[in-house]
């Protein structure tokens, strides 16, 4: 993996002084409204001549702007924010092509809409020509030297970057390619990790089980989102003052995302290093999202970001990652003599094998069996089982119903007790 690239992204926060920030802003107006005119020339093009423009006729267009008489200014912005929003336009027409035909598989796209004034801005496309960092200054084109504060930046040629506001701040987002970092050896050869709302991820390595507890930073700042949005909902439209409460809701959506993505990005960062092979359950976020009842747990849980992250870094370092698919039993298999329980269902946290007696923590054990995921151990009978995911209910295993939980917990220590007497 000597000549390997990867590429890096990393964000940094751009603190432009009056001057330049004016001129950001006004890149953004004009894209927007090169946009929505190209946009416009396209629809009425099709109706025209009966076809859709191609690639080159888009470009060219968005190009013959600067030599139309009152808008020579859009030569005033960087020539590659012009040429990158012209392939931005061609891939947004395609994908809704691709779409209705059913070429494209996923979500329905819809059809390229034209930006409004209050609207998500465009970004500002730099190239790396012209870019380049020294002492906490950022040099731009056709900007100057900005002062920028942030990460450390990947070592690594630079490709690209793009320039966007999000909550009144600037950021510049870069991309690097890098070689690929060398990891030390793991102190663990495997682990195994269920993923869940209440703990966010439950790691057993062989030995010892740890849990990465759920964050939850939605839910702490969710009395202070919900005044911050009634104080904005009672704002007269387009004044002042409701700009302002929208600017205030927008910075805490901004914390409470950057808060998030940090404790992902530590807990992912710590389980790579730690362990050879990592074995994780593959999960459908997005029918979790779907269901009313933990949609905002799920959201707050950041499980799909978690995974990402896991997946990406695990790649980076060299690690196997082994996904365990949605609908294997882990939760529902003992971990010690491998019979199962079908009734061990997703409100029982707790719970006890009527194959061999033993009380399993339901994450706990769940993390147990992915651990142990494609290897065959022996159950308290001393056959051969695969573990738990290849044959039916072993022998033995009788369903377990919620109501019966804490009696048979309070049988299991009796009989437990009399056995020491």
């Given at each position: 993996m000597s000549g390997a690239k990867i590429t890096r992204a990393a964000v940094l926060r751009l603190y432009p002084n009056q001057q330049q920030a004016s001129s950001l802003r006004r890149w953004q107006g004009g894209l927007r409204y090169v946009w929505n005119a190209a946009l416009d020339c396209v629809f009425t093009a099709r109706d025209i001549?009966?076809?859709?423009?191609s690639k080159a006729e888009i470009h060219a267009l968005i190009v013959g702007m600067k030599k139309?008489?009152?808008?020579?200014?859009?030569?005033?912005?960087?020539?590659?924010?012009l040429l990158t929003l012209s392939d931005d336009l061609h891939k947004a027409l395609v994908n809704w092509f691709n779409g209705l035909s059913g070429k494209r598989k996923g979500p329905k796209i819809a059809r390229p809409r034209f930006r409004g004034k209050v609207a998500k801005q465009l970004s500002v496309y730099m190239v790396n020509q012209n870019t380049s960092f020294g002492d906490g200054l950022v040099k731009l084109p056709k900007l100057g030297k900005v002062k920028f504060r942030g990460?450390?930046?990947?070592?690594?040629?630079?490709?690209?970057?793009r320039v966007y506001r999000e909550a009144d701040k600037w950021y510049m987002a870069s991309i690097f390619e890098c070689a690929v970092p060398q990891m030390n050896a793991a102190p663990v050869e495997c682990v195994g990790i269920d993923m869940g709302l209440k703990t966010l991820a439950t790691i057993y390595d062989g030995l010892n089980i740890r849990e990465v507890p759920k964050l939850g930073a939605l839910r702490k700042h969710e009395q202070r989102l919900k005044r911050y949005q009634r104080r904005m909902s009672r704002r007269v439209k387009g004044s002042r003052r409701r700009n302002q409460a929208k600017?205030?809701?927008?910075?805490l959506h901004q914390r409470i995302a950057n808060i998030r993505k940090d404790y992902a990005h530590k807990a992912t960062g710590e389980i790579v290093a730690s362990a050879q092979t990592i074995k994780v359950e593959t999960l459908n976020v997005k029918s979790w999202a779907k269901n009313r009842s933990i949609s905002k747990s799920t959201a707050d849980a950041s499980v799909g970001m978690f995974l990402s992250m896991l997946r990406y870094k695990a790649d980076w370092a060299g690690r196997s990652l082994v996904e365990v698919?949605?609908?294997e039993p882990?939760?529902?298999?003992?971990?010690?003599?491998?019979?199962r329980e079908p009734g061990v269902v997703l409100g029982i946290s707790r719970w006890v094998c009527r194959g061999c007696g033993a009380i399993h923590d339901r994450d706990h054990n769940a993390a147990k069996n992915i651990y142990a995921y494609g290897e065959e151990r022996r159950n308290v009978t001393g056959n051969t089982v695969e573990s738990a995911w290849t044959g039916g209910d072993q022998a033995?295993?009788?369903?377990?119903?919620?109501?019966?939980?804490t009696r048979i917990l309070k049988r299991i220590g009796r009989e437990s007790s009399r056995a020491l007497v």
């Amino acid at each position: 993996m000597s000549g390997a690239k990867i590429t890096r992204a990393a964000v940094l926060r751009l603190y432009p002084n009056q001057q330049q920030a004016s001129s950001l802003r006004r890149w953004q107006g004009g894209l927007r409204y090169v946009w929505n005119a190209a946009l416009d020339c396209v629809f009425t093009a099709r109706d025209i001549n009966g076809r859709w423009p191609s690639k080159a006729e888009i470009h060219a267009l968005i190009v013959g702007m600067k030599k139309m008489a009152g808008t020579e200014w859009i030569s005033d912005m960087p020539a590659h924010a012009l040429l990158t929003l012209s392939d931005d336009l061609h891939k947004a027409l395609v994908n809704w092509f691709n779409g209705l035909s059913g070429k494209r598989k996923g979500p329905k796209i819809a059809r390229p809409r034209f930006r409004g004034k209050v609207a998500k801005q465009l970004s500002v496309y730099m190239v790396n020509q012209n870019t380049s960092f020294g002492d906490g200054l950022v040099k731009l084109p056709k900007l100057g030297k900005v002062k920028f504060r942030g990460c450390d930046l990947p070592a690594g040629r630079l490709l690209s970057s793009r320039v966007y506001r999000e909550a009144d701040k600037w950021y510049m987002a870069s991309i690097f390619e890098c070689a690929v970092p060398q990891m030390n050896a793991a102190p663990v050869e495997c682990v195994g990790i269920d993923m869940g709302l209440k703990t966010l991820a439950t790691i057993y390595d062989g030995l010892n089980i740890r849990e990465v507890p759920k964050l939850g930073a939605l839910r702490k700042h969710e009395q202070r989102l919900k005044r911050y949005q009634r104080r904005m909902s009672r704002r007269v439209k387009g004044s002042r003052r409701r700009n302002q409460a929208k600017q205030a809701v927008a910075r805490l959506h901004q914390r409470i995302a950057n808060i998030r993505k940090d404790y992902a990005h530590k807990a992912t960062g710590e389980i790579v290093a730690s362990a050879q092979t990592i074995k994780v359950e593959t999960l459908n976020v997005k029918s979790w999202a779907k269901n009313r009842s933990i949609s905002k747990s799920t959201a707050d849980a950041s499980v799909g970001m978690f995974l990402s992250m896991l997946r990406y870094k695990a790649d980076w370092a060299g690690r196997s990652l082994v996904e365990v698919g949605q609908w294997e039993p882990t939760s529902k298999t003992c971990s010690d003599c491998g019979a199962r329980e079908p009734g061990v269902v997703l409100g029982i946290s707790r719970w006890v094998c009527r194959g061999c007696g033993a009380i399993h923590d339901r994450d706990h054990n769940a993390a147990k069996n992915i651990y142990a995921y494609g290897e065959e151990r022996r159950n308290v009978t001393g056959n051969t089982v695969e573990s738990a995911w290849t044959g039916g209910d072993q022998a033995g295993a009788i369903p377990l119903v919620p109501q019966d939980e804490t009696r048979i917990l309070k049988r299991i220590g009796r009989e437990s007790s009399r056995a020491l007497v």
